[in-house]
Protein backbone atom coordinates (compact mmCIF):
# COMPACT_ATOMS: atom_id res chain seq x y z
CA UNK A 1 0.00 0.00 0.00
CA UNK A 2 2.64 2.38 0.86
CA UNK A 3 4.30 1.99 -2.68
CA UNK A 4 1.01 2.80 -4.37
CA UNK A 5 0.73 5.72 -1.85
CA UNK A 6 4.34 6.92 -3.10
CA UNK A 7 3.06 6.68 -7.02
CA UNK A 8 -0.27 7.99 -6.72
CA UNK A 9 1.71 10.92 -4.80
CA UNK A 10 4.54 11.47 -7.84
CA UNK A 11 6.83 8.38 -7.81
CA UNK A 12 10.04 9.06 -8.11
CA UNK A 13 9.73 12.74 -8.59
CA UNK A 14 8.15 13.38 -5.43
CA UNK A 15 9.99 14.15 -2.37
CA UNK A 16 8.87 11.09 -0.53
CA UNK A 17 10.12 9.00 -3.47
CA UNK A 18 13.50 10.41 -3.33
CA UNK A 19 13.78 9.47 0.22
CA UNK A 20 12.57 5.86 -0.59
CA UNK A 21 15.39 5.74 -3.51
CA UNK A 22 18.26 7.61 -1.35
CA UNK A 23 17.50 5.48 1.62
CA UNK A 24 17.89 2.30 -0.68
CA UNK A 25 21.37 3.70 -1.46
CA UNK A 26 22.37 4.22 1.61
CA UNK A 27 21.41 0.28 2.78
CA UNK A 28 23.38 -0.98 -0.69
CA UNK A 29 26.07 0.69 0.65
CA UNK A 30 26.04 0.05 4.04
CA UNK A 31 25.34 -3.91 2.24
CA UNK A 32 28.43 -3.01 0.39
CA UNK A 33 30.85 -2.33 3.24
CA UNK A 34 29.62 -5.10 5.22
CA UNK A 35 30.32 -7.77 2.53
CA UNK A 36 33.87 -6.63 2.36
CA UNK A 37 34.66 -6.92 5.70
CA UNK A 38 32.08 -10.27 6.12
CA UNK A 39 35.21 -12.68 5.13
CA UNK A 40 37.47 -11.26 8.09
CA UNK A 41 34.62 -11.90 10.43
CA UNK A 42 33.78 -15.25 9.27
CA UNK A 43 37.49 -16.55 9.21
CA UNK A 44 37.96 -15.12 12.52
CA UNK A 45 34.85 -17.08 13.50
CA UNK A 46 35.50 -20.30 12.01
CA UNK A 47 38.90 -19.81 14.07
CA UNK A 48 37.31 -19.79 17.31
CA UNK A 49 35.02 -22.62 16.75
CA UNK A 50 37.63 -24.77 15.77
CA UNK A 51 40.19 -24.05 18.58
CA UNK A 52 36.53 -24.26 21.05
CA UNK A 53 35.56 -27.55 18.86
CA UNK A 54 38.57 -28.99 17.52
CA UNK A 55 38.53 -32.39 15.27
CA UNK A 56 34.58 -33.20 16.53
CA UNK A 57 33.27 -30.12 14.61
CA UNK A 58 35.67 -30.73 11.50
CA UNK A 59 34.50 -33.86 11.37
CA UNK A 60 30.88 -33.14 10.93
CA UNK A 61 31.02 -30.21 8.93
CA UNK A 62 33.53 -32.54 6.76
CA UNK A 63 30.60 -35.58 6.31
CA UNK A 64 28.05 -32.68 5.16
CA UNK A 65 30.39 -31.05 2.78
CA UNK A 66 30.86 -34.57 0.90
CA UNK A 67 27.28 -34.33 0.09
CA UNK A 68 26.19 -31.19 -0.07
CA UNK A 69 29.09 -29.28 -2.44
CA UNK A 70 29.25 -32.35 -4.95
CA UNK A 71 25.27 -31.96 -5.01
CA UNK A 72 25.86 -28.20 -5.50
CA UNK A 73 28.45 -28.63 -8.83
CA UNK A 74 25.91 -30.88 -10.08
CA UNK A 75 23.39 -28.47 -9.87
CA UNK A 76 25.38 -25.62 -11.05
CA UNK A 77 26.85 -27.70 -14.07
CA UNK A 78 23.03 -28.92 -15.33
CA UNK A 79 20.16 -27.20 -14.26
CA UNK A 80 21.89 -23.28 -14.69
CA UNK A 81 22.86 -23.62 -18.21
CA UNK A 82 19.22 -25.16 -18.62
CA UNK A 83 17.74 -22.18 -16.86
CA UNK A 84 19.72 -20.07 -18.90
CA UNK A 85 18.88 -21.64 -22.22
CA UNK A 86 15.05 -21.99 -21.87
CA UNK A 87 15.27 -18.11 -20.89
CA UNK A 88 17.09 -17.06 -23.74
CA UNK A 89 18.73 -19.70 -25.46
CA UNK A 90 22.47 -20.07 -26.58
CA UNK A 91 22.83 -16.27 -25.90
CA UNK A 92 21.44 -17.08 -22.38
CA UNK A 93 24.25 -19.36 -21.37
CA UNK A 94 26.83 -17.37 -22.69
CA UNK A 95 25.78 -14.30 -20.88
CA UNK A 96 25.06 -16.57 -17.83
CA UNK A 97 28.88 -18.43 -18.07
CA UNK A 98 30.40 -14.54 -18.91
CA UNK A 99 28.38 -13.08 -15.59
CA UNK A 100 28.65 -15.78 -13.17
CA UNK A 101 31.56 -15.68 -11.38
CA UNK A 102 31.28 -12.82 -9.16
CA UNK A 103 27.62 -13.87 -7.44
CA UNK A 104 28.97 -17.23 -7.19
CA UNK A 105 32.03 -16.22 -5.29
CA UNK A 106 30.31 -13.93 -3.32
CA UNK A 107 27.30 -16.29 -2.22
CA UNK A 108 29.79 -18.94 -1.70
CA UNK A 109 32.44 -17.08 0.32
CA UNK A 110 29.50 -15.87 2.72
CA UNK A 111 27.20 -18.78 2.72
CA UNK A 112 24.44 -15.53 2.55
CA UNK A 113 22.30 -15.32 -0.43
CA UNK A 114 20.94 -11.96 1.44
CA UNK A 115 24.77 -10.93 1.45
CA UNK A 116 24.78 -11.64 -2.52
CA UNK A 117 21.88 -9.70 -3.02
CA UNK A 118 24.10 -6.70 -4.18
CA UNK A 119 26.06 -8.54 -6.54
CA UNK A 120 23.26 -10.72 -7.97
CA UNK A 121 21.43 -7.23 -9.20
CA UNK A 122 24.80 -6.12 -10.64
CA UNK A 123 25.08 -9.20 -12.94
CA UNK A 124 21.38 -8.80 -13.69
CA UNK A 125 22.14 -5.39 -14.95
CA UNK A 126 24.93 -6.67 -16.67
CA UNK A 127 23.24 -9.63 -18.29
CA UNK A 128 20.27 -7.34 -19.51
CA UNK A 129 17.39 -8.28 -17.09
CA UNK A 130 15.31 -5.41 -16.83
CA UNK A 131 15.69 -3.35 -13.24
CA UNK A 132 11.16 -3.83 -12.61
CA UNK A 133 11.93 -8.15 -12.74
CA UNK A 134 15.39 -8.09 -11.02
CA UNK A 135 13.81 -6.29 -8.10
CA UNK A 136 11.15 -8.43 -7.90
CA UNK A 137 12.52 -11.93 -8.73
CA UNK A 138 15.75 -11.80 -6.14
CA UNK A 139 14.24 -10.58 -2.82
CA UNK A 140 11.73 -12.62 -3.64
CA UNK A 141 14.03 -15.71 -4.00
CA UNK A 142 15.24 -14.53 -0.36
CA UNK A 143 12.18 -14.35 1.79
CA UNK A 144 11.18 -17.77 0.25
CA UNK A 145 14.97 -19.09 0.78
CA UNK A 146 14.53 -18.18 4.80
CA UNK A 147 10.92 -18.62 5.09
CA UNK A 148 11.12 -22.04 3.89
CA UNK A 149 14.40 -23.36 4.03
Not at 18 to 34: H, Q, S, Y
Not at 83 to 89: D, I, K, M, W
Request: aromatic share 12%; proline share 5%.
Amino acid sequence: MSGFAVAKCGGEESWAGKLLNNLNDIIMLMVDMIMKLAPIGLGAYFANLVGEFGPQLIGDYGRTMLVYYPMCAVYVLIFFPLYSYFAAGKLGIRRMLKHIFNPAVTAFATQSSVAALPVNMEACKKIGVPDDISNIVLPMGIRFKKKYL
